[in-house]
């Protein structure tokens, strides 16, 4: 038997997966619908249902077509009554156009839209591709509704932390929390390979973003159209900008603290530009497990869709018939210290993480708008870090409270 037809069984075991996708107009969303769609193809057969859609309402036009395409019974968007009315009114040209004319979803609307769809009950698996800490309630509401949860939103497990490990154990599922961040879903496919035990150092590769090699003083005056010139990855605003502060990097070692249990002191990050190394895990006895594949959301987008079992033809394999090269070279602190700002945040405990998140999301905003510098990003997270009185218990509601003092806080330091 063919290794993909086995593959296919495999997956197809439990029957096909209901999966609600979170942020579906965005770059994972997009990509997951890829993801969908092609295995589909493959297996010949349909493997995974999308029975709910949610994204904001800044693309309601696309949201439409993917609830057409997908026939998505519950299909949510963020904004107000208005953009709900738009909404319908697309689907069902749509729905005529292109023969579906029977087809008319549940549309929901409003700030607890997305949450609403990922305690949809006909799901199995929900995938969050919201960007923000405004991800934490739908997190929580998958988990606390008992679903699996492929998470591609690190903002929440950064800001939600504990509250999130008591929803992971109230769950019946014995992993109901996929990584999807490439970073993690590597070190998750490299510790398959051994126990906790085994474990001596996380080591998470890093592209060094569009500014790798500068100093400090080149960094001042960079624009904002030169922060989202990612070398390798092609991804939403917020995370392409933390890409190049490294920002990204500093939530994504807590991301795989918090994710594997490993301490921070025991996770590493080296800057590996060619993007195929997504992460690697170092064992007791000096080996080392690395992933590797060219830079494609989609592999690490399927494997969270059908966990534990991978999906075949998902994307396209490292070519080891070419010539290549792989370098690898420390990370300079100096010039990006927000990986040891996050440590010192989460030295700190509680609510420290949110703040730096929320501080973090704020002064990436005013950057855009042309209102403070490149520099001003990290040195604001910094400040309001420092100044936070960190809560005595992670509740929703100290969450909730210390992230709006965060975003004030940093909006009066970016003014001034
Ligand atoms: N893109 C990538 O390759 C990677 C992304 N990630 C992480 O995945 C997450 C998503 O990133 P990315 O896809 O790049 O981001 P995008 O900005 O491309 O997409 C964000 C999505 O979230 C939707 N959205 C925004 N606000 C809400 C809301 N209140 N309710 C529901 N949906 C909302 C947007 O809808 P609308 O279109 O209407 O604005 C959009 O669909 C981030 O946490 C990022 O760090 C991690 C690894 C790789
Ligand atoms: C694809 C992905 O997982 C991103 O989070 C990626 O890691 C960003 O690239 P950097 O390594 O430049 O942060
Ligand atoms: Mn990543």
């Not at 199995?124 to 949860?149: M, Q, R, W, Y």
């Not at 496919?189 to 500014?211: C, H, K, N, Y």
Request: proline share 5%.
């Amino acid at each position: 038997m063919p290794a993909a037809q086995g593959q296919w069984e495999a997956l197809l075991s439990d029957g096909v997966r209901r999966v609600s996708i979170l942020g579906s107009t965005g770059s994972i969303g997009t990509q997951a619908l890829d993801v969908v769609r092609k295995a589909r193809k493959d297996a010949g057969q349909e493997v995974f249902r999308v029975v709910a859609l949610a994204a904001g309402a800044s693309n309601l036009k696309l949201l439409a077509r993917q609830a057409v395409e997908t026939r998505a019974e519950l299909v949510a968007t963020s904004g107000d009554a208005d953009a709900a009315a738009q909404l319908a009114d697309s689907i069902s040209n749509l729905a005529g156009i292109l023969d579906a004319g029977h087809y008319r979803p549940r549309i929901i609307h409003g700030p607890e839209a997305a949450t609403r769809a990922a305690a949809v009950e006909d799901a199995d698996l929900v995938l969050n591709g919201i960007t923000g800490s405004i991800g934490l309630a739908p997190t929580l509401a998958a988990l606390e509704s008992n679903k699996l949860l492929a998470l591609a939103n690190k903002e929440s497990l950064i800001a939600g932390g504990a509250l999130i490990h008591q929803a992971v154990a109230a769950s019946t599922h014995e992993d109901p929390l996929i990584p999807v961040d490439s970073e993690h879903s590597a070190l998750a496919q490299a510790l398959r390979s051994g126990s906790a035990t085994e474990v001596d150092r996380l080591i998470l590769t890093a592209s060094g973003g569009p500014f790798r090699g500068r100093t400090r003083e080149q960094l001042r005056g960079v624009k904002p159209a030169d922060a989202l010139a990612h070398p390798t990855w092609d991804m939403g605003l917020m995370v392409t900008t933390n890409s190049a502060t490294m920002v990204n990097k500093a939530l994504e070692v807590l991301e795989a603290h918090l994710l594997f249990g490993v301490e921070l002191d025991r996770i590493d990050v080296v800057v590996h530009p060619q993007s195929v190394v997504h992460s690697m895990v170092q064992f007791t006895d000096g080996s080392t497990m690395a992933q590797a594949s060219p830079p494609d959301m989609r592999l690490p987008i399927a494997l969270g869709l059908g966990w534990p079992h991978r999906v075949p033809g998902a994307a396209t394999p490292c070519d080891w018939s070419r010539a290549t090269q792989w370098t690898f070279e420390p990370l300079d602190e100096d010039a990006f210290p927000a990986v040891r700002l996050i440590k010192e945040a989460a030295a700190r405990g509680a609510t420290a993480p949110a703040v730096y998140n929320a501080a973090n999301e704020q002064a990436v905003l005013a950057f855009h708008a042309g209102r403070i510098g490149f520099l001003d990003i990290v040195d604001t997270v910094a400040r309001v870090v420092e100044e936070h009185q960190v809560a005595d218990d992670l509740t929703v509601k100290a969450v909730l409270e210390a992230e709006r003092w965060a975003r004030t806080r940093a909006d009066q330091l970016l003014i001034d």
